[in-house]
């Protein structure tokens, strides 16, 4: 019975030690032994359309005026004719092949328009149609909604004066502003912009 029982006391001596020795091993993997997970990919760069992008500053040249672009929408039918840029602070870049308009986003009534009224007041100023042109609307950055169809009315008065009317069937919007030369514009990647008021 003695040899039975340190038998057996052996055994159990082993096995615990056998059981230490794994739970050892498993530590030291876990612990700096696994590789780590792979970084996740870049992120798709930003979509480009005459010449500016998600993130880049706008400058109107002569003026001190900038803003960064925050959201982009998108206008087309058969091809893009047209994108609004717009930045947090309701300064908005209208670009398309031929134009660049900057303007600012204002509150109106005309919002809840159905469709583009051929004559429309915004702050005081009375602007008539000159374009008509139903798109779909594909928006990005921190003001986006569901792509859907529109109606885009663009506006001038004897002034000088330009306006965009976007009329959605949920959700509408109103920029005026003034007409630019494309020499009137930079576009600058948000690294690469000049700092107002440095360097001279």
Request: hydrophobic share 45%; net charge negative.
């Amino acid at each position: 019975m003695i040899i039975v029982g340190a038998l057996c006391a052996s055994a159990i001596a082993a096995g615990a030690g056998l059981w230490f020795g794994m739970r050892r091993k498993n530590a030291k993997a876990s612990a700096g032994g696994a590789p780590p997970p792979p970084p996740p990919p870049p992120p798709p760069p930003a979509l480009r359309v005459f010449g500016v992008a998600l993130g880049d500053v706008c400058i109107q040249v002569g003026y001190d005026k900038e803003f960064a672009v925050a959201s982009s929408w998108i206008l087309r039918d058969d091809a893009i004719r047209g994108v609004l840029w717009l930045g947090t602070d309701k300064s908005t870049l209208l670009t398309t092949r031929d134009r660049r308009w900057w303007m600012a986003r204002v509150e109106s009534s005309v919002y809840r328009a159905a469709d583009v009224p051929s004559t429309i007041e915004l702050e005081g100023q009375v602007l008539h149609r000159t374009r008509r042109l139903p798109v779909n609307v594909e928006s990005a950055g921190d003001e986006s909604f569901v792509a859907e169809a529109a109606v885009l009315g663009e506006y001038e008065d004897r002034a000088g004066k330009v306006a965009v009317l976007l009329a959605c069937p949920t959700y509408a919007a109103a920029f005026i502003g003034s007409a630019l030369r494309e020499d009137e514009v930079e576009v600058w990647s948000p690294d690469a912009a000049p700092k107002f008021g440095e360097g001279g």
